[in-house]
């Protein structure tokens, strides 16, 4: 048993090191046009080994969307989502705080521009709880909740992403502080707020 220990830390790293791969050539060109020669020869290990952990490029892909999907949802789960709908900007440091452990990585994954899965399972997880937490706020609403939730995870997430391939001039917090101000007051209230 004590054999087994180094071996899966290798395995981990050998794992990491097809991610990052990934991600990298991901930024660089569409997935269709990636080899699984050119992933292995960017993490250092033969073709070989890569099949020994993946069937194909597509299920690598789909690994990579649910595990960043799972740290995702396991952050949100001691979120407070009706604190979230006033301070927008708790949603974007927890995704900061799970960006910023593999920056590398996940930096490649939202600059790509063949993500759309990806964003998709992040957005529909982000939506789901946003409704969640307009329910418990609203609850003779309706059906317009789920509107509201798309609108508004739809919009952060595409301010979030563009945040991330821009110079970053603008911290983080003020870029979430004025998204939190657009979903809740809209754009008469950013307006009234630059006054």
């Given amino acids: 048993m004590e054999n087994q220990k180094p071996q899966d ?89 799970i960006i910023s452990s593999d920056l590398d990585f996940y930096g490649s994954l939202l600059r790509m521009e063949t993500n759309s899965a990806l964003s998709e399972k992040m957005t529909r997880l982000l939506q789901q709880r946003t409704t969640q937490a307009l329910r418990t706020q609203f609850p003779a609403a309706g059906d317009g909740l789920e509107l509201a939730a798309e609108f508004l995870v739809s919009g952060m997430l595409a301010v979030y992403k563009e945040w991330f391939r821009s110079d970053r001039s603008r911290s983080l917090e003020s870029v979430s502080k004025t998204v939190g101000v657009l979903c809740l007051q809209g754009l008469n209230g950013l307006l009234h707020t630059a006054e």
Avoid: S
């Fill in 9 to 97: 830390r290798r395995v981990l790293k050998t794992r990491r090191a097809v991610h990052n791969a990934f991600a990298q050539l991901l930024a660089q060109k569409d997935i269709n046009d990636i080899t699984v020669k050119e992933i292995a020869d960017a993490a250092d290990i033969n073709r070989k080994t890569f099949y020994r952990y993946y069937a194909g490029i597509y299920e690598l892909m789909g690994e990579i969307e649910n595990e960043v999907t799972t740290q995702l949802a396991q952050g949100m789960q001691g979120m407070d989502l009706n604190a979230c709908l006033e301070k927008p900007y708790l949603i974007f440091d927890q995704l900061n705080a």
